[in-house]
């Protein structure tokens, strides 16, 4: 299985990013998937998950609600992180996880860079 994030980058306050995550060697559409994120010092945290089969439910976390939005492709094997109005405190590395009923903690890809910076 791999999962390879792309889309980082350095932006200024207020400015867009989309993040993508392109999975290899599993059945894309069973997988919840989510993108997570880590500042340096801190803990990774989740910042949004689509369900999986046809992807209509998400989960966002209060911080990023109204900014972000996640989406998928299950035919291109992709999901999405459409990021707006960014801030400084969205800095980080961003994670992409596919998390099925029987892989837990689910599988990661290597991340990608994300500055928020003027």
């Known amino acids: 299985v791999q999962l390879v994030e792309s889309g980082g980058g350095l932006v200024q306050p207020g400015g867009s990013l989309r993040l993508s995550c392109v999975a290899s060697?599993?059945?894309?559409?069973?997988?919840?998937m989510s993108w997570y994120r880590q500042a340096p010092g801190e803990a990774r945290e989740r910042v949004a998950t689509i369900i999986r089969i046809g992807g209509s439910s998400t989960v966002y976390a209060d911080s990023v609600k109204g900014r972000f939005t996640i989406s998928r492709d299950d035919a291109k094997n992709t999901v999405y992180l459409e990021m707006n109005n960014l801030e400084p405190e969205d800095t980080g590395v961003y994670y992409c996880n596919a998390l099925s009923a029987t892989n837990w903690p689910g599988y990661w890809g290597q991340g990608t860079q994300v500055t928020v910076s003027s």
């Open positions: 060697g599993l059945i894309f559409k069973m997988y919840d």
